[in-house]
Nanobody, 125 residues
C-alpha cells in the first residue's frame, strides 16, 4: 500500500518553528521528486517547496523562501519541512507529495503521483 504520512504539525506562536515529517512506504521513494503543498480554508492550494532530488531544482514559494527548508533522508524514507519564523498566514493543512518535476527554481510543474493525508499547522498571532 502506498502511503505518505505526515507528522509534526500543531499549534505554534508567530515567530516560532516547526518541523514537519513525512514517512513514505509502499513505493520506491528514492525514484520520486518530493514536495510540500498547503491549503488554507477558502484559499487555493499552493506549492510550498519542491526538490528534484538530483540537485537540479529546488523551488520555494516566495513567501516562505529563507524561512522554510525542504530535505529528505533516503535511508529513512522520510521528507522534512523545517519551518522557521512562522507567521499566521502560514496556517494551513500541509500535504507531502511525491511525483515528477519539470521547471526551474522559479517555476515548477509537479506531476503528483502520491499524496499524504495532510496535517494541520496553526500559527497564532
Amino acid at each position: 500500500e502506498v502511503q505518505l504520512v505526515e507528522s509534526g504539525g500543531g499549534l505554534v506562536r508567530a515567530g516560532g518553528s516547526l518541523r514537519l515529517s513525512c514517512a513514505a512506504s509502499g513505493f520506491t521513494f528514492d525514484d520520486y521528486d518530493i514536495g510540500w503543498f498547503r491549503q488554507a480554508p477558502g484559499k487555493e492550494r499552493e506549492g510550498v517547496a519542491c526538490d528534484s532530488r538530483n540537485g537540479d531544482i529546488t523551488y520555494y514559494l516566495s513567501s516562505v523562501r529563507d524561512r522554510f527548508t525542504i530535505s529528505a533522508d533516503n535511508a529513512k524514507n522520510t521528507v522534512y519541512l523545517q519551518m522557521n519564523s512562522l507567521k499566521p498566514e502560514d496556517t494551513a493543512v500541509y500535504h507531502c507529495t511525491a511525483g515528477q518535476m519539470e521547471g526551474n527554481d522559479s517555476f515548477v510543474e509537479f506531476n503528483i503521483e502520491h499524496w499524504g493525508q495532510g496535517i494541520q499547522v496553526t500559527v497564532s498571532s
